[in-house]
């Protein structure tokens, strides 16, 4: 073999040792990565815990659901944990509270600190909404959830499960959704004068799952508004929602309580959260009886 020959082959068999090395060192880090991925999908899978995510309307802070988590607890022997978090305008999420151990049913609230009204906040809070839920996902590994979502909070809501839901759907079933108080056409009370954000969510209703049960609430305090909330935008929901999800159901709260920013402190609509989303292998009493604290 001549000199040049060798010298090739050598050359040959150190890019050839220098390509298996690089592959090995590609390999071990490939190989832990997805043990940690199948670790955590065989975590999600096994997960027990079902959470109810609730988000608050416009103007509201991730506190806004204190009193009512405060009464569902005194009228539950399930005690439901309280975690609560903010998502800040430059992206960085904040929290207070905790899940207890063993806690299979905790409620999670995500404030934003933009939480001002309009098309195009609601559009910014949906996504920093997806940003809270993916943090979320990842850290606690529930495979379900319930979710709740008050006046605009059920518009955030709408257009997550239209924009953002399709990333987990694979993953995450979304079970029940109870929007309270929720301008689906905003102030309008009509759905011939259809506002931008109306037009948009009906266009992208075959986006929200099918399996999915949804209960729509209105709130009057007058004979057709809750004092903010035209009863009609909260009914123009169904056409959002009806004959797209499995279940679509309306309710309308009255009394003395009914008033919009009343609505989550009122007792038969704590009354309705657990006999509708919250879940139980126990008989409820009917949520709609006046010894169960209707108004």
Do not use: C
């Not at 905003?186 to 037009?199: C, G, H, K, R, V």
């Amino acid at each position: 073999m001549s000199k040049l020959s060798k010298q090739v082959t050598r050359h040959s068999r150190r890019v050839l040792l220098a390509l298996v090395a690089l592959i090995v060192l590609l390999a071990i880090p490939t190989y832990f990565w997805m043990k940690d991925a199948n670790a955590s999908l065989a975590a999600q899978r096994n997960s027990r815990m079902s959470p109810v995510i609730m988000i608050p309307g416009s103007s509201a802070t991730m506190n806004r659901f204190n009193q009512l988590v405060e009464i569902l607890n005194k009228q539950t022997d399930k005690k439901h944990s309280l975690l609560h978090l903010e998502v800040e305008n430059n992206g960085k999420i904040k929290s207070s509270g905790w899940i207890n151990r063993g806690d299979q049913e905790p409620i999670i609230v995500v404030g934003f600190e933009n939480n001002r009204d309009g098309y195009q906040n609601i559009k910014k809070q949906a996504k920093m909404f997806n940003a809270a839920f993916e943090l979320l996902s990842d850290k606690y590994n529930f495979n379900n959830f319930k979710a709740f979502g008050h006046s605009n909070g059920g518009l955030i809501w709408t257009l997550w499960l239209e924009k953002y839901y399709h990333q987990y759907a694979e993953q995450i079933t979304i079970k029940r959704l109870m929007t309270l108080g929720t301008p689906y056409n905003f102030a309008e009370t009509s759905i011939d004068q259809p506002t931008q954000m109306f037009s948009d969510l009906v266009k992208g209703r075959k986006k929200i799952p099918k399996n999915l049960d949804v209960y729509s609430v209105a709130g009057t305090e007058s004979y057709d508004s809750d004092g903010l909330v035209p009863e009609q935008s909260v009914e123009a929901g169904k056409y959002i929602y009806q004959k797209q999800v499995n279940h679509y159901t309306t309710m309308t709260v009255t009394g003395s309580s009914a008033q919009h920013s009343s609505l989550p402190q009122n007792k038969q609509i704590v009354n309705l959260i657990n006999h509708y989303l919250l879940d139980s292998t126990e008989p409820k009493p009917d949520p709609t009886s006046p010894d169960n604290g209707s108004n």
